[in-house]
């Protein structure tokens, strides 16, 4: 389903508010002090900002934004639902500059709100992909230009210097997981296959020398021979060995990273891994449309703050 971008939710303040006090507060309003749920009372004087509450226990005031990612933003909440369903339902990213475009803020408000969004959209405490009789395919990637393109390694290969280090698990019809790392070795590459797959898993990678003693760990290890020419083996299903599933997500990845954002930043990465991820995750083909991927979305923003300073501070 797609969103109607006519909907009050997106034009209205106070319509805003109320979709996403449904999301987050189901039940009623919860005290962020007490934890008091529904007791609350609506504060309408001229004095009181919209959407202001104090709980009848303990005396607080909060609002629906207190504790979130939107906390003490003067951007006006029908803009921030909007901005939530933008990016979410961009496969390949939205650029902060079409942001400021289409919701006529500022471009550095725009690009704060993008990465406020990312933040929403990391998963802190991720299951294991994978499981039993579950396959999860692992690739590794560089993003980035080469700094010193007719520099070329002793086997005449390009120098990966100035690229950055992207590791990637599939679970073949599931979410990913994609971690930057600084470089890639044999020890990390197992810390993330360790911390992301089930060992009850298969494991489908292809002829690195990062993955024969890391996939010891797993039910079974399969690879596919990219040198010679392989990029598939076995009868066709769903268990066929490849690991198309994991490139078509770096495929997704890239084409946004030089599409639609052109440049960034080393220390930003990660939460725009965390960004493709969660659409992929979330993506159509497992029964995720638009509207329930901006719910989730949503749904991400309590318990996480990330200041200006921070942002640029990473």
Known sequence: MT???????????EAARAHLEAQRWPGGPVCPKCGTVDNATRLQGEKHRPGLLECRACRKQFSVTVGTVFERSHVPL?????????????KK?????????????????AWFMAHRIREAMTDENPAPLGGEGKIIEAD?????????????TKKGKPTLKGRRAVVALVER?????????PKVTHKNVGEVLAKHADPRSVLYTDESRLYPANGRAFAGHETVRHSAGEYARGPWGPRRIHTNS?????GIFKRGMAGVYHHVG???????LNEFAFRYSHRVKLGVDDRQRALLALRGIEGKRLTYRRINAA
């Open 3 to 13: 969103a109607d971008l006519t909907a009050p939710i997106y034009q209205d303040e």
């Open 140 to 152: 590794e990637t560089y993003q980035g230009k080469v700094e010193e393109p007719e520099k070329l």
């Open 266 to 272: 080393e220390q930003h990465l990660q939460r725009y």
């Open 78 to 90: 029908h803009k921030w639902v909007l901005a939530v369903h933008l990016i979410t339902a961009s």
């Open 93 to 109: 990213g939205m650029s902060a500059h079409q942001l400021h475009r289409m919701l006529r803020v500022t471009y550095k408000t």
């Open 173 to 181: 019809g599931g979410g990913v997981r994609a971690v930057h790392l």
């Open 246 to 250: 994991v490139e078509g997500f770096f």
